[in-house]
């Protein structure tokens, strides 16, 4: 018996078919915001940047303290903290620069048409 009031997510599932949720990432550039644009490339910018800045430092500095095996493995876990909490720190700076920035442009959406005058 396959019973569709049962299921625990119909309502969730009904919510993504209607487009309710995700609403953002289904619009194209193009009708976004100009501030929510620039937002939208800082937040990315600095998720790419931090993550590679994790992966090349931690990488290198996580390696040698491995290799040359006269620290504790707490030592390294306490290395690699430090590391993703540095690397968290450039992200909320790259994000907060791209806050102020976006400050600098309107929140308002786009005209899709030409403008009507009413009258």
Same mark, same amino acid.
């Given at each position: ?5 049962? /299921?625990? #997510?119909? !309502?969730?599932?009904?919510?993504? /078919?209607?487009?309710? &949720?995700?609403? !953002? ?12 644009? =620039? ?12 993550v590679a800045a994790f992966v090349v430092i931690g990488g290198d500095v996580l390696f040698e303290q491995w290799i040359a095996g006269h620290v504790s493995p707490f030592f390294i #876990?306490?290395?690699?903290? &430090? ?6 720190? &450039? #992200?909320? =700076?790259?994000?907060?620069?791209? &806050? =102020?920035?976006?400050?600098? #442009?309107? /929140? !308002?959406?786009?005209? =899709? ?7």
């Open positions: 018996m396959n019973d569709i009031s049962n /299921d625990p #997510f119909r !309502e969730l599932r009904l919510a993504l /078919d209607a487009g309710a &949720l995700d609403y !953002e990432q289904q619009l194209p550039d193009s009708m976004r915001t100009p501030a929510r644009r =620039v937002r939208r490339a800082f937040m990315r910018l600095g998720q790419l940047i931090s #876990f306490g290395t690699a903290c &430090l590391i993703a909490a540095a690397c968290t720190a &450039l #992200f909320a =700076v790259i994000a907060m620069l791209g &806050l =102020v920035t976006s400050s600098a #442009f309107s /929140d !308002e959406p786009p005209r =899709v048409g030409p403008r009507q005058l009413k009258g």
